[in-house]
């Protein structure tokens, strides 16, 4: 409701206005556009399956905390505290590893957002200057997206301009082309870089470094933990079993003595 009346004070306002002047409108289809597109339909491709994925990892590792939830519920009744204790603290540790992993993948900072920037804001960007560079030429007052989700009630396909943004775009890539053939003719020996690059290139990759070994130091913390957790689990569940075995064997031995007193 709101995007329409945002579209009817639009056109009272451009009603308006054309008293003053004629107003010289066009439209794009964004969606045909970029299906046109080859470069963006393989960005779009490369996209979804690393999403597709992120996401499979993420419902594995999801999967196994609820076997994980499960098996200590059926378990609890026959558990220590101890190891009720322990059960839920690996339970803890793989809810937060789900977590980090679901920010590292689509949070406001993460792999998706940057993906996505790399491979298809660049032809996002290409589409948009098109429509400016021919809004400049042809003095357009207005330029619509028909596939956004501002309604158009009626759209005459004289004024759709779709085409001559692909034909603009399709000049622009083979100018640049034809620019990239002629730098990589010219092309020159790489320089030597100068001290100061050396420098800040040492910076770069010892820091890099340094943020991997401490991203295993931390792996291997985790490691070690659940180790002795597993080590203390097993313990306490052989402590657990022996104790059974030896009340079994009790009982046993007092049934043994009773049928013996009682044929006596």
Not at 128 to 140: D, G, L, M, T, V
Not at 174 to 197: C, G, R, Y
Not at 225 to 233: G, P, T, V, Y
């Amino acid at each position: 409701m709101k995007k329409v009346f945002l579209l009817v004070v639009l056109l009272f306002s451009v009603t308006f206005s054309w008293s003053q002047r004629n107003q010289i409108i066009a439209y794009i289809d964004m969606e045909y556009i970029l299906e046109n597109v080859p470069e963006y339909l393989e960005a779009q491709n490369t996209l979804d399956a690393k999403v597709a994925k992120w996401r499979k990892k993420l419902d594995e590792q999801a999967r196994h905390i609820e076997v994980l939830k499960s098996d200590l519920a059926n378990e609890k009744a026959i558990l220590t505290k101890d190891l009720i204790d322990e059960k839920e603290e690996e339970i803890t540790l793989k809810q937060e590893e789900l977590r980090r992993l679901e920010s590292l993948y689509f949070g406001p900072k993460g792999d998706l957002f940057l993906v996505r920037k790399q491979l298809v804001k660049p032809i996002q960007d290409q589409v948009y200057n098109a429509i400016q560079s021919i809004s400049k030429r042809k003095k357009y007052d207005f330029v619509f997206d028909k596939s956004s989700d501002l309604v158009m009630l009626f759209s005459n396909k004289k004024y759709d301009i779709s085409d001559l943004v692909l034909s603009t775009i399709n000049r622009s890539r083979l100018i640049d082309e034809k620019k990239q053939k002629k730098n990589a003719k010219k092309e020159a020996p790489k320089k030597e870089l100068t001290s100061k690059q050396k420098e800040v290139l040492t910076k770069k990759v010892d820091a890099k470094a340094k943020k991997i070994a401490d991203n295993e130091a931390k792996k291997k913390v985790i490691q070690e933990k659940r180790k002795e957790l597993a080590r203390k689990r097993g313990e306490k569940r052989k402590l657990l079993r022996d104790k059974k075995e030896a009340a079994r064997k009790k009982k046993e031995q007092e049934k043994n003595n009773k049928e013996d007193k009682n044929n006596n």
